[in-house]
């Protein structure tokens, strides 16, 4: 059985396309601890591990809404098994919002 695309990403490709919130991009200390540690934390990550890393999937959400964060449906490979993941990344903005943060 194969699940809807927006259900096997875990709600978080659906609001990709979303105008930023002009607050936390423009004011990126506004971002709370959690959210700074999720952005460290996705370089090459899939949302799998960031759910069991606990960070909440509305936060996953907010971030990229928010084009903190991108998210990129993709499969991985374990021998014959095809799986499919979704990955995310941290944007360019997100890296902004974080280097602005240790400012």
Do not use: Y
């Amino acid at each position: 059985m194969r699940r809807n695309q927006s259900s096997a990403l875990g709600g978080v490709a659906k609001n990709h396309q979303k105008t930023p919130r002009l607050s936390k991009v423009e004011n990126p200390s506004g971002l709370s601890g959690e959210q700074r540690r999720a952005l460290r934390l996705l370089a090459g990550r899939t949302l799998a591990i960031m759910l069991a890393h606990g960070f909440p999937n509305a936060m996953l959400d907010e971030l990229v809404s928010d084009r903190l964060a991108t998210v990129q449906p993709g499969t991985v490979c374990f021998g014959t098994r095809r799986i499919t993941v979704a990955w995310v990344a941290i944007s360019e903005v997100g890296l902004q919002g974080l280097a602005d943060t240790k400012a």
